[in-house]
């Protein structure tokens, strides 16, 4: 089965998207690991890195609430 951005055709993951990036972050305020996320090995290190940006430019707090 694709995964989700698969899917969607997407190429690249817009770190300004933080709803979805939420998505990809466990309460503990970790990444979660793509076992939990469905998302091909690619896009999950597109999520990381768009995370890690969303996070230096402090869309998203380093750990969440
Ligand atoms: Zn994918």
């Known amino acids: 089965m694709p995964c989700y951005f698969c899917q969607r ?3 690249s993951i ?8 939420r998505k990809f ?3 503990s305020g970790k990444i979660r690991a ?6 091909c090995s690619s896009h999950q290190r597109k999520v990381a890195q768009a995370i890690k940006r969303a996070r230096y430019l402090a869309l ?3 750990s969440s609430k």
Do not use: E, H, M
């Open 9 to 11: 055709n997407a190429k």
């Open 14 to 21: 817009d770190f300004k998207n933080t709803q979805l990036l």
């Open 25 to 27: 972050i466990a309460s």
């Open 34 to 39: 793509k076992k939990r996320t469905g998302v």
């Open 60 to 62: 998203l707090s380093p």
